[in-house]
T-cell receptor, first 115, second 115 residues
Framework: DAGVIQSPRHEVTEMGQEVTLRCKPISGHNSLFWYRQTMMRGLELLIY????????DSGMPEDRFSAKMPNASFSTLKIQPSEPRDSAVYFC?????????????FGNGTRLTVT | AQKITQTQPGMFVQEKEAVTLDCTYDTSDPSYGLFWYKQPSSGEMIFLIY??????QNATEGRYSLNFQKARKSANLVISASQLGDSAMYFCAMRATGANSKLTFGKGITLSVRP
């Protein structure tokens, strides 16, 4: 199994630009999670999906952030417009839903730098 | 609401010795799972070990074991025979049962293994 695949690994952009992060979950997993990690705030859950449906987006910082999951094998997290405070590592993770002992499997993350 | 607390400052251990990383949690859910993840300096999140709230025995995975004390709401990770490669950030996390459960993380503990 290839694991959770995220792209790009690194993204450097200027303030005001649109940023799109991509994620391919592990085949067969039906839950997908987007986390953000910073030194100050640690790991924050932004949004998660079950069976492609957004369940909880209360962690999305503001309207500049949006996430989609058009099918079971692909999700995007978009920031428009980006700001320097969005600089962080963004992780995508997947698991089986409804099975509480199912661990989340994480991608390698996207390191976003907004200048 | 779920809460994970990891309050230890940076931990140090001598190579080949054992070390305990503390984790306490709070939840109103009757059934839940507890997870530990390792994040080395390279940044990936690696699943280590899982403990279910109704499991009768403490979980073990190789050199990792979990000291689970349900009444005290603690789930401490024990690493035996520490190796230099164990130097990393360690996160405790919790997930309640239910189809729409999410994984809540603590702030993490930094472990440094001394040669």
């Amino acid at each position: 199994d290839a694991g959770v695949i995220q792209s790009p690994r690194h993204e450097v952009t200027e303030m005001g630009q649109e940023v799109t992060l991509r994620c391919k979950p592990i085949s067969g997993h039906n839950s997908l999670f987007w986390y953000r990690q910073t030194m100050m705030r640690g790991l924050e859950l932004l949004i998660y999906f079950n069976n492609n449906v957004p369940i909880d987006d209360s962690g999305m910082p503001e309207d500049r952030f949006s996430a989609k999951m058009p099918n079971a094998s692909f999700s995007t997290l978009k920031i428009q417009p980006s700001e320097p405070r969005d600089s962080a590592v963004y992780f995508c993770a997947s698991s089986y839903s409804g099975i509480y002992n199912s661990p989340l499997h994480f991608g390698n993350g996207t390191r976003l730098t907004v200048t | 609401a779920q809460k994970i607390t990891q309050t230890q400052p940076g931990m140090f251990v001598q190579e080949k010795e054992a070390v305990t990383l503390d984790c306490t949690y709070d939840t109103s859910d009757p059934s839940y799972g507890l997870f530990w993840y390792k994040q080395p300096s390279s940044g990936e999140m690696i699943f280590l070990i899982y403990q279910g709230s109704y499991d009768q025995q403490n979980a073990t995975e190789g050199r990792y074991s979990l000291n689970f004390q349900k009444a005290r709401k603690s789930a401490n990770l024990v690493i035996s025979a520490s190796q230099l490669g164990d130097s990393a950030m360690y996160f405790c996390a919790m997930r309640a049962t239910g189809a729409n459960s999410k994984l809540t993380f603590g702030k993490g503990i930094t472990l440094s293994v001394r040669p």
